[in-house]
């Protein structure tokens, strides 16, 4: 396994690997600093890119979008008092108003370094968990397997606070839209349409995640016209000493290392999201701090809590993603898709059957983070400029890239309408508060499901959850986490009344 | 009235769905119809609390993680965007992808008042990264469109 490490190690520090990740990076960046863009339309987008591609270059790229695009955010943050996406929200308390006396350099320091070193300790449990997690997932059979794909879909649905209904109903769209074309197990064509050919090979991934990611966002920025931030009465901040900033973290060593924990740990369970990692760190260091009045008006420690966790969170949403198939948070659950682009097959036996790309995708983590805040240490006061660009030229580019992209694959031009379909089917789901990450996982793991459901039903009748004990387990975990959302989401009504 | 629209409309999707499942074989049936049963009693109830809360309680639309850009816009412009999606897609059926791409970009960009300088750099850039890295390196075959297809029978 050692072996494997190094190995991993020695083939990812070659140039062309080094340069796919410069570039996913450099665009995670720019996809992070736009707001209401976000790394999640361009992972979409660029997925149709590793089409055809090296499965390990491709999937580094699309990694290195994900791992970068939440660091962009933290960018605007601090310059800019507009928080890229949710995640950074926690990094607004504090960041801005230590940009605002005039410390918006030391601040980029503490980002860049709790960041990039954040990145560097999920990563690095990541890596350590694999061996451990192998015969955990080796002890799977397709009933347990099985078992995890209902509780990867039981958590995406819970991220829809509003309704659990709506959760649910979204999930079980994405493994709806699986059943249209080819099925496996008995090979027949299902709900074709009156015999549709376009339906014959199913429902295509790449106009899917387009249309509920990418289109919907591109539907908002041209309603917004014009700049997405206007100009008048924001500055860049200036001043700070960068080289302070990074010594900050260091002297605060423990509490970086125990947010980076609490990041990890609230990666490895899915369905959290990673604004709750942000605010459980930011709680915890005012709790821990010795000047808590200073939470709020510029604390060094305000800043370095959610930033540390919001990167380590990823390294454990990946340990999830790789171990049992389940995405820890939204980005990996397009990382499964590209999997499927590629033509590795998602899902619980990733560690059995590409125990190496797994080795690798730890270390892209890594990288990915470290590089991203080299990135951003040289170029970030150039690249914050993108948030004054005119969205007027912005948004047919971009829908361009999502023509191209839904085309691109199968080279059929009703994929590029079914991606306009789908990306009505997303705008209206935004909007009316139907989480579209459900979508996508019921979707990439639905064919998956159904094999092992049939499969299972086959060896061990159709009872097996109840007699098989890890089922049964699940199952028990599943209904707390049921039960658990409910009572917090009554909480919350009665706080509000 | 989207919110009713919505789910109702999902509804109407798993029903069909559900009555074209009723020829097939066991295992092709079996997990489709585990999935579909519970999507459609969750649409169902869906649909009645919004038909209630819209056409009873006439309480005003969710807007719901609208984001930062756009946010507060009116609904004609969201019908406009829509319109402009709509034009897209019809001038790359019609004339194709390499055709339909630049006079969409070009139309969209002097009619939302940009220079005429900008708009013809954009459109030539996007043209120029499409065919240098889509048609060129790719080596991609792109779609020409009905017009062709008609007279002079390409596609």
Same mark, same amino acid.
């Given at each position: 396994?050692?072996?494997?490490?190094?190995?991993?190690?020695?083939?990812? *520090?070659?140039?062309?690997?080094?340069?796919?990740?410069?570039?996913?990076?450099?665009?995670?960046?720019?996809?992070? +600093?736009?707001?209401?863009?976000?790394?999640? *339309?361009?992972?979409?987008? #660029?997925?149709?890119?590793?089409?055809?591609?090296?499965?390990?270059?491709?999937?580094?790229?699309? $990694?290195?979008?994900?791992?970068?695009?939440?660091?962009?955010?933290?960018?605007?943050?601090?310059?800019?008092?507009?928080?890229?996406?949710?995640?950074?929200?926690?990094? $607004?308390?504090?960041?801005?108003?230590?940009?605002?006396?005039?410390?918006?350099?030391?601040?980029?320091?503490?980002?860049?370094?709790?960041?990039?070193?954040?990145?560097?300790?999920?990563?690095?449990? =990541?890596?350590?968990?694999?061996?451990?997690?192998?015969?955990?997932?080796?002890?799977?059979?397709?009933?347990?397997?099985?078992?995890?794909?209902?509780?990867?879909?039981?958590?995406? *649905?819970?991220?829809?606070?509003?309704?659990?209904?709506?959760?649910?109903? *979204?999930?079980?769209?994405?493994?709806?839209?699986?059943?249209?074309?080819?099925?496996?197990?008995?090979?027949?064509?299902?709900?074709? #349409?009156?015999?549709?050919?376009? $339906?014959?090979?199913?429902?295509?991934?790449?106009?899917?995640?387009?249309?509920?990611?990418?289109?919907?966002?591109?539907?908002?920025?041209?309603?917004?016209?014009?700049? #997405?931030?206007?100009?008048?009465?924001?500055?860049?901040?200036?001043?700070?000493?960068?080289?302070?900033?990074?010594?900050?973290?260091?002297?605060?060593?423990?509490?970086?290392?125990?947010?980076?924990?609490?990041?990890?740990?609230?990666?490895?369970?899915?369905? +959290?999201?990673?604004?709750?990692?942000?605010?459980?760190?930011?709680?915890?260091?005012?709790?821990?701090?010795?000047?808590?009045?200073?939470?709020?008006?510029?604390?060094?420690?305000?800043?370095?809590?959610?930033?540390?966790?919001?990167?380590?969170?990823?390294?454990?949403?990946?340990?999830?993603?790789?171990?049992?198939?389940?995405?820890?948070?939204?980005?990996?659950?397009?990382?499964?898709?590209?999997?499927?682009?590629?033509?590795?097959?998602?899902?619980?036996?990733?560690?059995?059957?590409?125990?190496?790309?797994? +080795?690798?995708?730890?270390?892209? +983590?890594?990288?990915?983070?470290?590089?991203?805040?080299?990135?951003?240490?040289?170029?970030?006061?150039?690249?914050?400029?993108?948030?004054?660009?005119?969205?007027?030229?912005?948004?047919?580019?971009?829908?361009?890239?999502?023509?191209?992209?839904?085309?691109?694959?199968?080279?059929?031009?009703?994929?590029?309408?079914?991606?306009?379909?789908?990306?009505?089917?997303?705008?209206?789901?935004?909007?009316?508060?139907?989480?579209?990450?459900?979508?996508?996982?019921?979707?990439?793991?639905?064919?998956?499901?159904?094999?092992?459901?049939?499969?299972?039903?086959?060896?061990?009748?159709?009872?097996?959850?109840?007699?098989?004990?890890?089922?049964?387990?699940?199952?028990?975990?599943? =209904?707390?986490?049921?039960?658990?959302?409910?009572?917090?989401?009554?909480?919350?009504?009665?706080?509000?009344? | 009235?989207?919110?009713?629209?919505?789910?109702?409309? &999902?509804?109407?999707?798993?029903?069909?769905?559900?009555?074209?499942?009723?020829?097939?074989?066991?295992?092709?049936?079996?997990?489709?119809?585990?999935? &579909?049963?519970?999507?459609?009693?969750?649409? &169902?109830?869906?649909?009645?609390?919004?038909?209630?809360?819209?056409?009873?309680?006439?309480?005003?639309?969710?807007?719901?993680?609208?984001?930062?850009?756009?946010?507060?816009?009116?609904?004609?412009?969201?019908?406009?965007?829509? !319109?402009?999606?709509?034009?897209?897609?019809?001038?790359?059926?019609?004339?194709?992808?390499?055709?339909?791409?630049?006079?969409?970009?070009?139309?969209?960009?002097?009619?939302?008042?940009? !220079?005429?300088?900008?708009?013809?750099?954009?459109?030539?850039?996007?043209?120029?990264?499409?065919?240098?890295?889509?048609?060129?390196?790719?080596?991609?075959?792109?779609?020409? !469109?009905?017009?062709?297809?008609?007279?002079?029978?390409?596609?």
């Amino acid at each position: 396994m050692l072996e494997a490490f190094v190995r991993a190690l020695g083939n990812i *520090a070659q140039l062309d690997v080094m340069l796919v990740m410069l570039l996913g990076v450099t665009i995670g960046l720019i996809f992070g +600093i736009v707001p209401g863009i976000g790394g999640m *339309a361009g992972i979409a987008i #660029f997925m149709s890119f590793i089409w055809g591609q090296d499965p390990i270059l491709g999937l580094t790229f699309i $990694l290195a979008i994900a791992a970068a695009s939440s660091q962009g955010g933290s960018v605007t943050t601090i310059l800019l008092n507009v928080p890229g996406d949710t995640t950074n929200a926690a990094t $607004l308390l504090d960041g801005y108003p230590m940009a605002a006396k005039g410390q918006a350099g030391r601040a980029m320091g503490i980002v860049l370094t709790a960041s990039g070193l954040g990145g560097l300790f999920g990563g690095l449990v =990541l890596l350590g968990m694999l061996p451990v997690m192998r015969p955990v997932v080796l002890a799977f059979g397709s009933p347990e397997t099985f078992m995890m794909v209902v509780l990867g879909l039981t958590f995406m *649905a819970i991220i829809a606070r509003e309704s659990l209904i709506k959760g649910f109903v *979204a999930g079980c769209l994405g493994l709806i839209l699986a059943f249209i074309g080819l099925q496996n197990v008995t090979g027949i064509v299902r709900y074709d #349409f009156f015999n549709w050919l376009y $339906l014959e090979d199913g429902i295509q991934l790449i106009p899917l995640s387009l249309g509920i990611f990418a289109i919907p966002e591109v539907i908002e920025m041209m309603v917004g016209g014009e700049t #997405f931030i206007q100009k008048a009465g924001i500055t860049i901040r200036k001043g700070g000493d960068v080289l302070e900033g990074v010594k900050d973290v260091f002297r605060h060593f423990f509490l970086f290392i125990r947010c980076c924990f609490i990041g990890t740990v609230v990666g490895i369970i899915p369905g +959290i999201g990673a604004h709750t990692a942000t605010f459980m760190a930011y709680g915890h260091a005012k709790q821990t701090s010795k000047h808590p009045e200073e939470f709020g008006q510029g604390s060094v420690e305000g800043v370095i809590a959610p930033e540390s966790a919001s990167n380590a969170k990823e390294g454990g949403s990946l340990l999830t993603t790789l171990g049992f198939g389940i995405p820890g948070s939204s980005a990996m659950a397009l990382l499964l898709g590209a999997f499927l682009v590629v033509g590795v097959q998602p899902g619980p036996k990733m560690l059995v059957e590409y125990l190496d790309l797994s +080795i690798w995708l730890g270390w892209t +983590i890594i990288i990915g983070n470290l590089l991203s805040s080299f990135v951003l240490l040289l170029l970030a006061r150039q690249m914050v400029r993108i948030i004054f660009l005119d969205a007027r030229i912005l948004a047919p580019v971009i829908l361009v890239f999502v023509v191209i992209g839904a085309y691109a694959i199968n080279q059929n031009f009703m994929d590029v309408i079914m991606a306009f379909v789908f990306g009505g089917f997303g705008f209206a789901a935004k909007r009316l508060g139907y989480p579209r990450v459900p979508v996508m996982l019921g979707f990439v793991l639905g064919k998956l499901a159904e094999t092992y459901f049939l499969v299972s039903i086959k060896t061990t009748g159709p009872f097996f959850v109840f007699t098989k004990p890890i089922c049964l387990i699940i199952f028990i975990v599943i =209904l707390i986490t049921l039960a658990f959302d409910q009572r917090s989401k009554m909480r919350e009504k009665r706080k509000l009344a | 009235m989207l919110r009713l629209i919505f789910p109702l409309v &999902l509804l109407v999707f798993c029903v069909i769905m559900l009555v074209y499942s009723r020829d097939y074989s066991r295992d092709a049936l079996l997990f489709p119809l585990v999935v &579909l049963i519970p999507a459609t009693g969750m649409l &169902l109830s869906q649909t009645g609390k919004e038909a209630y809360s819209v056409l009873i309680k006439k309480a005003p639309d969710d807007r719901v993680d609208t984001g930062v850009v756009g946010e507060g816009a009116s609904g004609k412009k969201y019908l406009i965007t829509i !319109g402009w999606l709509a034009i897209f897609v019809v001038l790359m059926y019609l004339f194709g992808i390499t055709i339909g791409m630049p006079i969409f970009v070009l139309l969209y960009l002097k009619l939302n008042r940009m !220079g005429w300088p900008v708009s013809i750099f954009v459109t030539v850039l996007v043209l120029g990264f499409f065919y240098g890295f889509f048609i060129m390196f790719m080596k991609i075959y792109i779609y020409k !469109g009905l017009l062709a297809s008609i007279f002079f029978g390409q596609n």
